[in-house]
């Protein structure tokens, strides 16, 4: 196989797969790794945890590489990430000095160890290692996974919160990365060590002024749902340090809504309804309380997808075809059906971040929130269950989405249902781009399979509406609405636009 073929989207999903998973790569990827430690023999497994493919640019992948922990028998996890390019890199060499100087700063803080450097190239296989925290789009990341810094960080931070001023204070913090994202996102977790009871708290990182406006939207939003949620409640920040381009949170007690729906535990119905009450209260909030929102329509949406699934048509032709003739349909279904002004969404709004807590849910993570339809959020969390039930071959997907509506829609507009099956349609496909993993032996089926499901749904959309529909549906989806004739969902055109399309 070559590099070349594999970089390029020639050799297609088994030219990826080779440079993922073959043994050739990746005994080449752990001689590099050994070469930067202290002792190769501290080198334990490294796992495969994501991988990115822009084709005919570059292949990521980011993984958790194992390493002895010396004096002990036991490994600690460190996060790295790896890239082989195609074409020259000038990105790479501009950020080459910051990420020296980085470098040293976190061997002279002993960041670095066991390792004693943080990245290493070798040009004859255009790869680049980088390792945690190592990332010179986010300097701060050093010295915020210094435990010394964070003790001292977290000891200010509540003394000057009101969420918790008389909160214990740990000697203590053991510090783990829970996201690493060069150039992208970071976020990092902070564990007490000795026995005061102190909560863990989460770090998440922003360039910019980034990091301000998320942590007043999330306070404010917090704060609304204080006195409005009726039950539903938002995980409110502790503080925004502006010097480190950091939001602080606590820790959730609960377990997310994705963790009971693989489960199958009692009383999931009652949650995905209650889910549906939650993302209905949010929808009401007033822009003006969550500050400037970014706007966000359809046509950005669709955009989006065909982004983030541009590799898929060069792994996967066939499917490739499909999803451009999806999202080429939801474009021409969008303009006929009637619209209303956009309103807060929550922009991410999914079961990994709806929290079942003693009382109630808890809703995390407004980083995504916009000014934009309300049924991308319906749409997006529909979407969301599909793969959920795929993923894990449950039954029930109609019934589970049938609860989740009806929690929803009591007195929802039903063009705002009827647009949330156009969302959910096109969120499958970005979806599948995301979440299906590249390294899976059944990439291709899985993708096939969840591709087939958008373009259902966008078949049983089309039925509904009295349009024509080309391809099979799969009935039950919709069953939950009423199919009313198709010329009420369709928006009005003014009289000047009859007889413009031949």
Same mark, same amino acid.
């Given at each position: 196989?070559?590099?070349?073929?594999?970089?390029?989207?020639?050799?297609?999903?088994?030219?990826?797969?080779?440079?993922?998973?073959?043994?050739?790569?990746?005994?080449?990827?752990?001689? %590099?790794?050994?070469?930067?430690?202290?002792?190769?023999?501290?080198?334990?497994?490294?796992?495969?945890?994501?991988?990115?493919?822009?084709?005919?640019?570059?292949?990521?992948?980011?993984?958790?590489?194992?390493?002895?922990?010396?004096?002990?028998?036991?490994?600690?996890?460190?996060? #790295?990430?790896?890239?082989?390019?195609?074409?020259?890199?000038?990105?790479?060499?501009?950020?080459?000095? &910051?990420?020296?100087?980085?470098?040293?700063?976190?061997?002279?803080?002993?960041?670095?160890?066991?390792?004693?450097?943080?990245?290493?190239?070798?040009?004859?296989?255009?790869?680049?290692?980088?390792?945690?925290?190592? &990332?010179?789009?986010?300097?701060?990341?050093?010295?915020?996974?210094?435990?010394?810094?964070?003790?001292?960080?977290?000891?200010?931070?509540?003394?000057?919160?009101?969420?918790?001023?008389?909160?214990?204070?740990?000697?203590?913090?053991?510090?783990?990365?829970?996201?690493?994202?060069?150039?992208?996102?970071?976020?990092?977790?902070?564990?007490?060590?000795?026995?005061?009871?102190?909560?863990?708290?989460?770090?998440?990182?922003?360039?910019?002024?980034?990091?301000?406006?998320?942590?007043?939207?999330?306070?404010?939003?917090?704060?609304?749902?204080?006195?409005?949620?009726?039950?539903?409640?938002?995980?409110?920040?502790?503080?925004?340090?502006?010097?480190?381009?950091?939001?602080?949170?606590?820790?959730?007690? +609960?377990?997310?809504?994705?963790?009971?729906?693989?489960?199958?535990?009692?009383?999931?119905?009652?949650?995905?309804?209650?889910?549906?009450?939650?993302?209905?209260?949010?929808?009401?909030?007033?822009?003006?309380?969550?500050?400037?929102?970014?706007?966000?329509?359809?046509?950005?949406?669709?955009?989006?997808?065909?982004?983030?699934?541009?590799?898929?048509?060069?792994?996967?032709?066939?499917?490739?075809?499909?999803?451009?003739?999806?999202?080429?349909?939801?474009?021409?279904?969008?303009?006929?059906?009637?619209?209303?002004?956009?309103?807060?969404?929550?922009? &991410?709004?999914?079961?990994?971040?709806?929290?079942?807590?003693?009382?109630?849910?808890?809703?995390?993570?407004?980083?995504?929130?916009?000014?934009?339809?309300?049924?991308?959020? #319906?749409?997006?969390?529909?979407?969301?269950?599909?793969?959920?039930?795929?993923?894990?071959?449950?039954? +029930?997907?109609?019934?589970?989405?049938?609860?989740?509506?009806?929690?929803?829609?009591?007195?929802?507009?039903?063009?705002?249902?009827?647009?949330?099956?156009?969302?959910?349609?096109?969120?499958?496909?970005?979806?599948?781009?995301?979440?299906?993993?590249?390294?899976?032996?059944?990439?291709?089926?899985?993708?096939? %399979?969840?591709?087939?499901?958008?373009?259902?749904?966008?078949? &049983?959309?089309?039925?509904?509406?009295?349009?024509?529909?080309?391809?099979?549906?799969?009935?039950?989806?919709?069953?939950?609405?009423?199919?009313?004739?198709?010329?009420?969902?369709?928006?009005?055109?003014?009289?000047?636009?009859?007889?413009?399309?031949?």
């Amino acid at each position: 196989m070559n590099l070349g073929d594999a970089l390029s989207g020639r050799a297609k999903l088994e030219g990826i797969q080779w440079v993922l998973l073959s043994a050739a790569p990746r005994r080449v990827l752990r001689d %590099q790794l050994k070469a930067l430690l202290s002792a190769p023999n501290m080198l334990g497994p490294c796992r495969l945890r994501r991988a990115r493919f822009k084709p005919g640019r570059k292949l990521t992948a980011y993984y958790d590489v194992l390493v002895h922990v010396e004096g002990t028998e036991g490994y600690g996890a460190r996060p #790295i990430a790896v890239t082989w390019r195609l074409d020259g890199d000038a990105d790479r060499h501009q950020a080459g000095d &910051d990420l020296a100087g980085m470098q040293a700063e976190a061997v002279r803080q002993g960041m670095a160890a066991p390792f004693r450097q943080l990245t290493a190239e070798l040009p004859e296989w255009s790869m680049h290692i980088q390792v945690s925290p190592l &990332d010179a789009q986010f300097p701060q990341l050093v010295r915020l996974s210094d435990p010394r810094y964070v003790r001292a960080r977290l000891a200010t931070a509540y003394a000057a919160s009101d969420l918790a001023p008389d909160q214990p204070r740990s000697s203590r913090y053991a510090v783990s990365s829970i996201r690493y994202r060069p150039r992208q996102r970071h976020v990092l977790r902070y564990d007490p060590l000795d026995r005061v009871k102190a909560g863990t708290v989460f770090a998440k990182l922003y360039t910019g002024e980034e990091g301000a406006r998320i942590f007043h939207r999330a306070t404010q939003v917090a704060e609304w749902l204080a006195e409005h949620g009726e039950g539903v409640t938002a995980v409110r920040p502790l503080t925004y340090v502006a010097e480190d381009g950091v939001v602080l949170y606590p820790r959730v007690l +609960g377990a997310p809504l994705s963790d009971h729906l693989r489960r199958r535990s009692q009383g999931v119905a009652r949650c995905l309804e209650r889910a549906g009450v939650a993302l209905h209260t949010l929808h009401r909030l007033q822009q003006a309380v969550a500050g400037p929102l970014p706007p966000h329509d359809f046509a950005a949406e669709v955009s989006e997808t065909a982004r983030a699934s541009r590799h898929i048509p060069v792994l996967l032709p066939s499917m490739g075809v499909l999803i451009d003739a999806l999202l080429h349909r939801a474009r021409e279904l969008h303009e006929r059906l009637p619209q209303e002004p956009p309103t807060f969404t929550h922009g &991410d709004f999914k079961s990994d971040h709806v929290w079942a807590v003693p009382g109630g849910l808890t809703l995390i993570d407004f980083d995504s929130s916009e000014l934009a339809d309300p049924a991308l959020d #319906i749409g997006k969390f529909l979407a969301h269950l599909q793969l959920s039930h795929l993923t894990y071959d449950q039954p +029930g997907l109609e019934q589970a989405q049938k609860r989740f509506l009806v929690g929803y829609a009591p007195d929802a507009p039903q063009e705002r249902l009827v647009r949330a099956r156009l969302y959910e349609a096109v969120e499958l496909v970005k979806i599948t781009a995301r979440r299906v993993r590249l390294f899976d032996h059944d990439w291709e089926s899985r993708t096939e %399979q969840v591709i087939r499901r958008a373009q259902a749904v966008m078949n &049983d959309l089309e039925l509904m509406l009295g349009l024509p529909v080309t391809q099979p549906s799969l009935r039950g989806f919709l069953g939950g609405f009423r199919k009313p004739h198709h010329t009420r969902w369709e928006r009005r055109r003014h009289p000047s636009e009859e007889g413009a399309r031949g």
